[in-house]
């Protein structure tokens, strides 16, 4: 199976059409959205092309694709334009004998840590930079960055999980950083 994780689009069609173009050319099985989906909120400056209805069909359009997570800028007006769930604080994915909490990153996240087993992976936005790191009890946490508004000098990103090792790549499709497991 090959997932593509993805976050922070914050209402950018353009950055939201990128994304969907690397789904396609990815050939991934699913599209996984770590929250922020159509707002840019009040510490983000307006992102490129911010256009909410146009992310709204866009994303409509993947929804049997899609599975997502509330990231903080998400409200309750989202979910009654978007055909797919996306109020969920959190997921659980079981991948390859792994546990995956994903989830936005502003109720859980390294400072805040979910119950995990030894092993589990925590996968979240929400910071908007690029990350892979140990956690202690092997566990890993990853952040694909944001599609939209990347923060701390990263590039927008988007990250693929397939056989067995994540991959956080640029919009472009050109790999940035990776992990084995």
Not at 93 to 120: C, E, W
Not at 121 to 140: A, K, S
Not at 141 to 153: F, Q
């Amino acid at each position: 199976m090959k997932l593509m994780f993805a976050s922070d689009i914050h209402g950018s069609l353009y950055y939201a059409e990128k994304m969907a173009e690397c789904y396609r050319n990815e050939k991934a099985d699913r599209l996984i959205l770590l929250g922020d989906l159509l707002y840019h909120g009040p510490r983000n400056d307006l992102p490129r092309d911010y256009e909410p209805k146009g992310v709204i069909e866009l994303l409509n359009g993947l929804k049997n694709d899609i599975l997502a997570v509330r990231g903080n800028c998400e409200a309750e007006v989202d979910q009654m334009v978007l055909e797919f769930p996306v109020m969920a604080d959190y997921m659980i994915m079981y991948v390859d004998g792994r546990m995956f909490f994903v989830t936005h990153g502003h109720i859980f996240n390294t400072s805040a840590l979910p119950k995990l087993k030894q092993g589990d992976i925590l996968i979240h936005g929400h910071t908007h930079i690029q990350t892979i790191e140990d956690i202690g009890n092997d566990n890993i946490y990853i952040n694909p960055g944001s599609v939209a508004i990347p923060k701390n000098g990263c590039k927008n990103s988007y990250m693929i999980y397939e056989n067995n090792k994540f991959t956080i790549k640029d919009i472009d499709g050109n790999s940035i950083m990776e992990r084995a497991l």
